[in-house]
């Protein structure tokens, strides 16, 4: 008898942490680009009692997200999606980060609505750096949350990108306008689906960066924030556990900033210093 189904896009310490909370007695379907990723991964959550099976993809690929949702159906039905995967501002040029974190995310939402379960939930992690774009004209939202994913990097405003942080920050705002679009159409089939915002949240990836040249600009940051540490890959787990869980099907369509008061202080605090280089 097939078990039910949680697929995991991103292999990372926060993707992790939320299928460890939500998938006892259930079939995990991990996703990556990268195949030790996925090795680690697997390993990791066998040991720990979970079912695990592993799918190299690639998220830039309407074709690789539709053989996951193939693989991920051929387990059991789909009750928990969750999407972590996606490139820096420092890890690659516009165009990749256009193509995985804009265009990539909003097909994996599109294509695993259509078979997402009843009383299922996806989440989606986005960024805190799309909170920092600020304020955008609302026919640019409009437009960011119901284009045509194939028509999606046509836009004026995405081509128009000339930086790989306004990269960034456009594709996650896109990620946040895209749950509010495709909330709607989950509902139908009787799923929910929100995003989750982090700010500086401490993985591998975030604690080599803490050491390298960038540091000391992190750590005045973390330091000046309002929670005045960073957080943890857990707590974004915990929040997203609750989301998806019995008592969080009033919510959807919803963005949640989890940055210890980080975006606040920006605006009003005493990270407004930062505007200056964003």
């Known amino acids: 008898m097939n078990k039910e189904v949680v697929v995991l896009s991103g292999a990372g310490s926060i993707g992790i942490a939320i299928v460890r909370r939500i998938s006892t007695g259930k079939h995990i379907v991990i996703a990556d680009y990268s195949e030790k990723s996925l090795d680690n991964a697997k390993i990791t959550l066998e040991q720990a009692g979970f079912e695990v099976s592993t799918l190299k993809f690639d998220l830039s690929s309407r074709q ?10 051929s387990k059991g039905e789909v009750k928990y999606v969750i999407n972590a995967a996606g490139v820096s501002p420092s890890q690659a040029p516009i165009e990749k980060i256009l193509q995985v974190d804009m265009y990539g995310t909003a097909v994996f939402m599109e294509e695993f609505g259509k078979v997402i379960s009843n009383g ?6 986005s960024s805190q750096s799309g909170h920092r774009l600020g304020t955008i004209p609302q026919e640019d939202s409009d437009l960011l949350a119901t284009t045509d994913t194939e ?33 709607t159409r989950w509902a139908k089939r009787g799923a929910t689906i929100n995003s989750i915002s982090p700010g500086i949240i401490i993985t591998p990836l975030a604690a080599d960066e803490l050491k390298g040249p960038r540091g000391a600009g992190y750590r005045k940051m973390i330091e000046a924030s309002p929670a005045m540490r960073a957080g943890t890959p857990d707590e974004v787990g915990d929040l997203a556990q609750f989301l998806m869980s019995d008592k969080g099907r009033f919510i959807t369509g919803a963005d ?17 210093y930062l505007k200056q280089t964003h």
């Open 256 to 272: 949640f900033l989890i940055d210890g008061g980080t975006t606040a202080s920006y605006f009003y605090g005493d990270l407004q």
């Open 120 to 125: 299922g939930s996806g989440v989606i992690i």
């Open 64 to 73: 690789s997200i539709k053989e996951l949702v193939e693989f991920a159906t």
């Open 151 to 183: 028509s999606l990097l046509n836009l004026p405003i995405v081509k128009n990108i000339a930086d790989t942080l306004k990269a960034y920050q456009y594709s996650k705002r896109c990620n946040v306008l895209k749950v509010m679009f495709e909330a």
